[in-house]
């Protein structure tokens, strides 16, 4: 499956489940419910993971998107998974990496939701990582330049521009882009890197030369708990969001991502006659 802006390649594991899917219908009425979506908070993460659903359905090529969106929030993503999938539904669920870097090793809330499928010995549970630090990530730098407050930090946003500026002068993978990892809620500072992991700590330090600073010398603020929340509020920043999700570079790195989340939420149309 190809999008029309964009590659969005696989969505092999839903085909694969189809003879499995019949077979399970019979003795599982609920198989029939809307598709469980769980994620880290209902209110921020459904909201604008819907929206996405919304503006990138014509992109990806989908009929109709409908689903429960569920609140897992953290240690309880797990039970939350669990419960749906004995009640025999279909689940779908976005597990936030909090990685710091593409180094960073998967974290053990990912392990044991992949591991429910074989436990429960139910087919039907599709469990993604963002592929990036946690939802915030998704937000283009462009967008988050019209937060309320972005105009005062102008001299440390054009830190992170001059960091996206080297890593396309050097043709750097987009999947791969500091952006992706920051910590848009906390921010980053010496300390922040100090405490990685090695591999992770080299890794940000390349990045943050691009903005000709050292480790020791990046100081960036974060913008808080409510970035998702204003982004859906405000017009101007969601009419600006629905433009950037629609373009090639953003396509090239979330598309895939969002084609898979959506695919098993997909629903017929309605048909009046």
Not at 175 to 202: C, M, P, Q, S
Request: charged content about 25%; aromatic content about 10%.
């Amino acid at each position: 499956m190809t999008c029309r802006s964009g590659p969005c390649q696989s969505t092999r594991p839903y085909y694969t489940q189809s003879k499995k899917s019949s077979i399970l219908a019979i003795e599982q009425p609920e198989l029939f419910a809307k598709t469980a979506l769980v994620v880290e908070d209902e209110i921020t993460d459904g909201a604008f993971y819907a929206f996405l659903f919304s503006n990138l359905r014509d992109v990806i090529g989908v009929p109709s998107v409908s689903c429960e969106w569920l609140h897992g929030g953290g240690e309880r993503t797990l039970d939350v998974a669990r419960n749906r999938v004995r009640d025999g539904r279909i689940v779908t669920v976005i597990v936030d990496t909090d990685a710091h870097s593409p180094a960073c090793p998967r974290p053990e809330k990912l392990r044991s939701l992949e591991l429910l499928a074989s436990q429960e010995r139910w087919p039907l549970i599709f469990v993604h990582p963002t592929p990036c630090k946690e939802t915030e990530n998704l937000i283009p730098l462009d967008v988050v330049e019209m937060l309320e407050g972005a105009a005062d930090r102008a001299n440390e946003l054009q830190f992170l521009r001059n960091i996206q500026d080297g890593e396309r002068a050097e043709r750097a993978e987009p999947r791969t882009a500091y952006w992706l990892y920051f910590d848009i809620k906390n921010g980053v500072d010496h300390l922040y890197v100090a405490g990685l992991h090695a591999a992770a700590k080299e890794w940000t330090a390349s990045k943050i030369s691009y903005a000709r600073l050292t480790s020791e010398e990046f100081d960036f603020g974060g913008f808080g708990n409510h970035v998702v929340p204003q982004v859906m509020r405000q017009n101007a920043l969601s009419a600006r969001l629905r433009d950037c999700v629609r373009r090639r570079d953003w396509l090239h790195v979330f598309g895939e991502f969002i084609a898979e989340v959506m695919w098993p939420c997909v629903c017929g149309v309605r048909q009046f006659t």
